[in-house]
């Protein structure tokens, strides 16, 4: 039910994940590393256009990258995960303190 209300409530979208498949394909062929789906989005030409129909603002954003999501998975891109070392900075009242931190950053690339 969940995906139905979804569905529904972007039937009025001008561009849905299958019209921007293509693009999607290309950029991952072009690529030669795993993308996050945030660089995909970044990468297409219709970029702007997706964001623009979604929402203003950065919830726009956010929202076209789910979009995005959904038309690598009409590809068939595959999931991975990479680590990542980060440092999360804590402000104290001697100072930030930096801890490195590890994280799991997904990543799709085109399945061969």
Do not use: D, N, P
């Given at each position: 039910m969940v995906r139905r209300a979804s569905a529904c409530k972007r039937s009025w979208l001008l561009l849905k994940p299958k019209d921007i498949a293509d693009e999607?394909?290309?950029v991952l062929q072009s690529a030669n590393r795993p993308l996050k789906a945030e660089e995909v989005l970044n990468a297409l030409p219709s970029?702007?256009?997706l964001?623009?129909?979604?929402?203003?603002?950065?919830?726009?954003?956010f929202a076209a990258v789910q979009i995005v999501r959904?038309?690598?998975?009409?590809v068939g891109a595959s999931l991975h995960f990479i680590p990542m070392e980060l440092d999360n900075v804590t402000p104290g009242e001697k100072g930030a303190m930096i801890t490195p931190t590890r994280r799991l950053i997904p990543v799709y690339r085109l399945s061969s």
């Open positions: 999607v394909r290309a970029r702007e256009k964001i623009v129909q979604v929402e203003v603002g950065s919830s726009g954003y959904e038309a690598l998975a009409h």
